[in-house]
């Protein structure tokens, strides 16, 4: 049998002072524990502080990466021209002037899509080729506008030296990018707001909707064979046909009836 002291029996083993120090024990236990895990939360809690900063180290130097990818893209194209530089030994100037409402109309009959060629614009190209750098702009897709561009040409030569299509562009029609001197190039569409382009540089046709007297070309044709005579000859890199715009777009205003094709 065992024998079970009892309480009176078990304070003569234990003193107060044996308690007490227990107690203490035990307090001291508690608060060494308790500083412990404030301790180790606080670390942890410093460690992830730690990550995080890192993380967003990573992130800015992300971002500055986009930034600068971006810049460099914006750049390109900037520097990157939409055609090669002119031949200057073959030309002197440049025109570039709009497919559509300017020398052909899209008409549509009985489901038919056909383009109609405004009077005079076969010659105009095939003319004029020889004095100018002629580049064809439009606003109708690269197939379509090729064959347009080819039946153009007469005698199955090709009059123009470039052609810039739809695709060719960002945004509306920007031809600041196609690698050109503006003192040596003309501008010819429909409306100022067809392309990107300086203003002075730029002459305006009434709008080509298939109308058979129509004889805008023939007019700015005859002015501009009046412009080569004048200038053919002069050897001049300094000469800048945007002095000239004005006094073309003034005369081609004029009511011309008699002009043969």
Do not use: W
Request: aromatic letters at 10%; a negative charge; glycine letters at 2%.
């Amino acid at each position: 049998n065992i024998n079970i002291p009892t309480n009176s029996q078990l304070k003569e083993f234990i003193s107060p002072s044996d308690i007490k120090n227990r107690n203490s024990n035990i307090n001291n236990i508690n608060k060494e524990s308790g500083i412990s895990n404030l301790i180790s939360s606080l670390k942890k809690n410093e460690n992830l502080k730690t990550e995080l900063n890192k993380l967003k180290q990573i992130e800015n130097k992300i971002k500055e990466q986009i930034k600068i990818q971006i810049q460099l893209e914006e750049q390109e194209k900037e520097i990157i021209p939409i055609l090669p530089i002119m031949n200057t030994k073959k030309y002197k100037f440049t025109i570039a002037i709009e497919l559509d409402e300017t020398l052909v109309h899209y008409c549509e009959e009985d489901d038919n899509y056909y383009a109609k060629v405004r009077f005079g614009s076969e010659n105009f190209l095939k003319n004029l080729s020889s004095f100018f750098e002629i580049i064809v702009v439009s606003t109708s897709g690269k197939e379509y506008s090729n064959i347009i561009i080819d039946n153009l040409n007469k005698d199955n030569k090709c009059y123009v030296e470039h052609r810039l299509f739809i695709e060719d562009f960002t945004e509306r029609q920007d031809l600041s990018k196609i690698n050109r001197d503006f003192r040596k190039i003309i501008f010819v569409c429909h409306d100022y707001d067809f392309i990107n382009a300086p203003k002075e540089n730029i002459i305006v046709l009434k709008e080509f909707l298939g109308e058979e007297e129509d004889r805008e070309i023939v007019k700015l044709y005859h002015e501009l064979k009046q412009f080569i005579k004048c200038y053919e000859n002069i050897k001049d890199d300094n000469l800048d046909i945007r002095n000239v715009i004005p006094e073309i777009i003034e005369r081609i205003n004029i009511i011309y009836e008699n002009y043969e094709d």
